[in-house]
């Protein structure tokens, strides 16, 4: 019989002689299917043991115009390593997107989503889909504020309320009264607009964001904008790299031929180009930072021709294989190796041969004089 402690907490409530306790399991879902047979076993008939197992949505963008549920269903088990027969996971919808691409919404439990978002991205059939958690925002129809729900609200009741302008009597399709804001009148603050919320990207773009309204400006559209401000901290300061001037050939350039030509000139842009052709002309080159490789000294056309080679039938067999699996590339394989052969052995004679011909300089011309 599996056997563990585990924390119990208090009755959470008694209905009659009935009696629901919690027992909280936190390390991994093999652990609560484990404790879950177990209770069941010993309990038997005299009690119903059911698990609480909590699910996220999770958003899939960037998906081939062509990918079907299966092949999201089936990323999904392999990224977070459930078996075939697992059936935790529920694709919601596959939807055409922008681009001709298509967008999944999936649902999954929670300590198996914590493993895919981590990584952020997905591999689903040929490309790499951004996959991040579907955020849903709660709202209260009683007391018209954001963030909980009717069953746990503590605020005051506007149930017979219109959401638009907080009054009884008349409801939001009908409301002709200027707007206020429920939510900022309960925090006393400018309540002279609409309600709304905002969601963003991710939670650490929501804790830098202040100071947020609804703007009352037309937009030809059923929609307002809202205004807000983002924290983004200190800005690091760019050091821009300007290009130093050669001193020694700015005193050269300015002769004193140069400088009473210039004074006695009465426009003032002519003066101004005069002196600006002057300093550039007395700039050091800037040095690149893409300097090109130079080749090793052994390096010769063939040997060029047949690294191509080499790593083209790689490729393909690197590219079927992912498509059709290893057992479909057995010919690519082959190719791909013998080729890698051929360029590692033409490497070893072009060293070789590299090597002889120093050999025979040093022994015709030892001192090496022209």
Same mark, same amino acid.
Request: glycine letters at 6%; charged letters at 30%; hydrophobic letters at 35%.
């Given at each position: 019989?599996?056997?563990?402690?585990?924390?119990?907490?208090?009755?959470?409530?008694?209905?009659?002689?009935?009696?629901?306790?919690?027992?909280?399991?936190?390390?991994?879902?093999?652990?609560?299917?484990?404790?879950?047979?177990?209770?069941?076993?010993?309990?038997?008939?005299?009690?119903?043991?059911?698990?609480?197992?909590?699910?996220?949505?999770?958003?899939?963008?960037?998906?081939?115009?062509?990918?079907?549920?299966?092949?999201?269903?089936?990323?999904?088990?392999?990224?977070?390593?459930?078996?075939?027969?697992?059936?935790?996971?529920?694709?919601?919808?596959?939807?055409?997107?922008?681009?001709?691409?298509?967008?999944? +919404?999936?649902?999954?439990?929670? =300590?198996?989503? *914590?493993? /895919?978002?981590?990584?952020?991205? $997905?591999? %689903?059939?040929?490309?790499?889909?951004?996959?991040?958690?579907?955020?849903?925002?709660?709202?209260?129809?009683?007391?018209?504020?954001?963030?909980?729900?009717?069953?746990?609200?503590?605020?005051?009741?506007?149930?017979?309320?219109?959401?638009?302008?907080?009054?009884?009597?008349?409801?939001?399709?009908?409301?002709?009264?200027?707007?206020?804001?429920?939510?900022?009148?309960?925090?006393?603050?400018?309540?002279?607009?609409?309600?709304?919320?905002?969601?963003?990207?991710?939670?650490?773009?929501?804790?830098?964001?202040?100071?947020?309204?609804?703007?009352?400006?037309?937009?030809? +559209?059923?929609?307002?904008?809202? =205004?807000?401000? *983002?924290? /983004?901290?200190?800005?690091?300061? $760019?050091? %821009?790299?300007?290009?130093?001037?050669?001193?020694?050939?700015?005193?050269?350039?300015?002769?004193?031929?140069?400088?009473?030509?210039?004074?006695?000139?009465?426009?003032?842009?002519?003066?101004?180009?005069?002196?600006?052709?002057?300093?550039?002309?007395?700039?050091?080159?800037?040095?690149?930072?893409?300097?090109?490789?130079?080749?090793?000294?052994?390096?010769?056309?063939?040997?060029?021709?047949?690294?191509?080679?080499?790593?083209?039938?790689?490729?393909?067999?690197?590219?079927?294989?992912?498509?059709?699996?290893?057992?479909?590339?057995?010919?690519?394989?082959?190719?791909?190796?013998?080729?890698?052969?051929?360029?590692?052995?033409?490497?070893?004679?072009?060293?070789?041969?590299?090597?002889?011909?120093?050999?025979?300089?040093?022994?015709?011309?030892?001192?090496?004089?022209?």
């Amino acid at each position: 019989m599996w056997k563990e402690r585990v924390p119990v907490s208090p009755p959470l409530r008694k209905v009659g002689r009935n009696v629901e306790v919690l027992v909280r399991v936190t390390r991994g879902e093999e652990r609560r299917a484990n404790l879950e047979s177990a209770i069941k076993e010993a309990l038997g008939t005299r009690a119903t043991v059911r698990g609480l197992i909590k699910y996220d949505d999770l958003d899939i963008t960037g998906l081939v115009g062509v990918t079907t549920e299966n092949e999201v269903s089936n990323a999904l088990m392999k990224a977070a390593g459930l078996t075939p027969n697992d059936a935790s996971i529920r694709i919601k919808n596959v939807r055409p997107a922008p681009n001709g691409t298509k967008r999944a +919404t999936a649902s999954m439990r929670s =300590s198996d989503a *914590v493993k /895919i978002l981590k990584e952020g991205h $997905i591999q %689903i059939g040929l490309v790499w889909a951004k996959i991040r958690l579907h955020l849903i925002t709660k709202r209260c129809f009683r007391c018209l504020d954001y963030g909980h729900s009717r069953f746990k609200c503590t605020g005051p009741d506007r149930t017979e309320a219109c959401s638009l302008c907080t009054s009884a009597g008349h409801k939001a399709a009908e409301c002709k009264n200027p707007p206020k804001c429920a939510s900022c009148e309960d925090i006393e603050a400018p309540k002279d607009h609409y309600p709304g919320n905002l969601t963003f990207a991710t939670p650490r773009i929501a804790q830098k964001t202040k100071d947020w309204i609804v703007l009352d400006e037309v937009t030809l +559209t059923d929609h307002y904008y809202l =205004s807000y401000e *983002v924290d /983004i901290g200190t800005q690091r300061q $760019i050091n %821009i790299k300007t290009p130093k001037i050669d001193v020694q050939r700015l005193g050269t350039a300015l002769t004193p031929e140069t400088l009473q030509l210039i004074s006695n000139c009465a426009d003032a842009d002519r003066i101004a180009l005069a002196l600006t052709q002057a300093v550039l002309t007395c700039r050091e080159p800037e040095r690149s930072g893409n300097r090109t490789r130079r080749s090793v000294h052994w390096w010769s056309p063939e040997v060029s021709a047949l690294r191509r080679n080499a790593n083209h039938l790689r490729r393909v067999y690197q590219r079927k294989k992912k498509r059709l699996g290893p057992d479909a590339c057995v010919r690519e394989e082959t190719d791909a190796k013998k080729a890698k052969r051929e360029l590692i052995s033409a490497i070893e004679s072009a060293k070789e041969a590299a090597w002889n011909r120093l050999c025979d300089q040093v022994q015709s011309d030892t001192w090496g004089l022209p």
